[in-house]
């Protein structure tokens, strides 16, 4: 999976979000239409909410990773 800058003009996939999208989830085996799409500021705050979640999480995730599998 890699994080693109958007070579076209398009909405920012989050909700009602006004804003363009600057980047895109390019991901092996899905259409470029069906690509997510965001803005840099709804990436940015998914980015610290996500940094938030990890924080609160419990280090023990067992194996649930598939990491080791
Ligand atoms: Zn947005």
């Keep these: 999976m890699k994080l693109e800058k958007m070579p076209i003009r398009v909405k920012c996939d989050n909700g009602c979000c006004g804003n363009y999208a600057e980047f895109q989830v390019v991901r092996q085996g899905t259409p470029a239409a069906a690509r997510l799409r965001l803005c840099r500021s709804c990436l940015k705050e998914l980015s610290s ?4 979640l990890l924080s609160t999480e419990v280090t023990d995730v067992g194996t649930n990773m598939g990491n080791g599998d």
Excluded: P
């Design 49 to 52: 909410l996500y940094g938030e």
